[in-house]
Every structure is written in structure tokens, then in C-alpha cells.
């Protein structure tokens, strides 16, 4: 990660850093976050909101025994099709299909 820093020449612009909530990422003394924040003292540590809001999502949709079964379920489309290269020949086919393909365009005005 720090060589990336200084390879796109960053260094002088890391002002924040988010990570969810794992100690390894968020750690105040050996975590990820830690060591950017001693070698980068601007970069202050926010906990990630979308991790924030998946949790608060997957805890709520807990309570409810048909929406846990929904997702369930939903979580077992991918491996549906990826278990069977003819379900994923047929997915792809009605995919081409459903989705309309771009308009060439016109032109454009300046």
C-alpha cells in the first residue's frame, strides 16, 4: 500500500482511511490504520458506512424467518448457474436479450 502511495506520488494527499470494523484493519496500535496513521498523521480513520449499514441490514433481516429465506435463496443463484456451464449458456442467452443495447450516437453539440 505505501508503495502505491508513492508510485501515483499521493503521499502528501492521504487525509483519510476506512476500513470495516476487523482489529487487523482498524487496530489503534498494530492494525492497518495504525501504521498509515504513524507514517501519515493526517489520515484520520473512519469505520466504513456501508459496513456499518450491511450489518444493521443482515441483523434486521434476521428477525424475520421469509426474508432470511429470501435471501438465503438469493445468495444460491450464482452457484445455481455457475454449477452447470448449460444454465449459464441459457442465463446468457435471455440476458442478451432482456437488455436493450445502446443508440448509436447522433452527434454531439460544443
Known amino acids: 500500500m505505501f508503495a502505491m502511495i508513492l508510485y ?3 503521499h502528501r ?3 483519510a482511511q476506512s476500513f ?3 482489529a487487523v484493519m482498524s487496530g489503534q ?3 492497518v490504520q495504525a501504521l498509515i496513521k504513524k507514517k501519515y498523521p493526517f489520515a484520520h480513520h473512519v469505520h466504513c458506512y456501508a459496513h ?3 450489518l ?3 441483523k434486521a433481516a434476521s428477525a424475520n424467518s421469509q426474508v432470511r429465506v429470501f ?3 438469493l445468495q444460491d443463484i450464482p452457484g445455481f448457474f455457475n454449477n452447470s456451464p448449460q ?3 441459457v442465463l446468457n442467452k435471455i440476458v442478451k436479450r432482456s437488455i436493450p443495447t445502446a443508440l448509436q450516437p447522433v452527434g454531439i453539440l460544443i
Open 8 to 10: 501515483f506520488k499521493i
Open 13 to 15: 494527499k492521504v487525509i
Open 20 to 22: 470495516n470494523g476487523a
Open 29 to 31: 496500535h498494530a492494525g
Open 52 to 54: 456499518h449499514l450491511n
Open 56 to 58: 444493521i441490514m443482515s
Open 71 to 73: 435471501f438465503g435463496n
Open 87 to 89: 444454465r449459464v449458456e
